[in-house]
């Protein structure tokens, strides 16, 4: 269960990580810096238009050949962003990202119930998905001083060797399942007329919008009260406080499991 946490966490990682260090990149790929913002929504484009027709396309696939797929995803990914002198290049291989992180989102949770008992699946949810503060707590500020240290694009070398980490770690422990039968499949218009589907999309859509307008260019945002220096730990705030509601929802989910 633990090795699936990872998954997350290197998601978030490459997702916002040019939050912190926007001026650097704007700097060395001759941008301003809004322009080096999109780094961080094409990224996010990837990740809805890749999502439904990628795990439409491979529902069929052993749920570990996905997984490994995804994280392979990143390693190539991360080199190819780190190489890069060129934005369109760069912008592409985000994108493609934005891809994979897609699959993965679109698999953890669902490979996290399978593993776990009924009565425990909860829980599993949230040590699967704990990557995700984590990163918001300490995998972003980090990252943003390791840019600092050795540079941006070395720092995209140490997320694919993370990734390759990852890789041998669920390789060696995580269980594969396999994929849907046919017969067993929903169709995606079918999965929008479940009652509430569409009220908990339309949720998730805003709050995952306004997150990352705020989470990407945080650095403008904190400027003009003074914080400019401190984005690092203004993300760690941010961070924390994720990891204590995570903490909380994890005590209470199997107790209350409709939200009751």
């Not at 998954?7 to 941008?31: K, Q």
């Amino acid at each position: 269960m633990l090795a699936l946490a990872p998954g997350g966490f290197i998601t978030i990682m490459l997702e916002t990580m040019p939050a912190g260090i926007l001026p650097v990149i704007s700097g060395d790929l001759h941008i301003s810096e809004s322009a080096a913002g999109q780094t961080v929504t094409i990224f996010a484009i990837g990740s809805i238009v890749g999502a439904i027709p990628l795990i439409s396309a491979t529902m069929g696939w052993p749920r570990r050949r996905l997984l490994l797929l995804a994280l392979a995803g990143y390693a190539v990914t991360s080199v190819v962003t780190g190489l890069s002198g060129n934005f369109a290049l760069t912008l592409a291989a985000r994108f493609a990202a934005g891809l994979f992180a897609g699959v993965l989102w679109a698999i953890i949770a669902p490979y996290a119930r399978r593993m776990a008992a009924p009565h425990q699946r909860g829980r599993a949810l949230t040590i699967a998905l704990a990557g995700t503060p984590i990163a918001l707590a300490i995998g972003t500020p980090v990252g943003t001083l390791l840019a600092g240290l050795i540079g941006w694009r070395a720092t995209f070398a140490v997320m694919t060797l993370l990734a390759a980490l990852v890789i041998v770690w669920v390789l060696a422990a995580v269980p594969d399942f396999p994929g849907q039968a046919k017969g067993e499949r929903t169709p995606v218009g079918r999965v929008f007329a479940i009652p509430g589907v569409v009220p908990v999309l339309a949720v998730v859509f805003l709050y995952v919008m306004a997150h990352n307008v705020l989470y990407t260019y945080i650095a403008s945002f904190v400027a003009p009260v003074g914080l400019d220096g401190s984005v690092g730990a203004v993300l760690l705030v941010f961070g924390v406080a994720s990891l204590v509601s995570i903490w909380i929802t994890g005590v209470l989910i199997d107790r209350h499991p409709d939200g009751e």
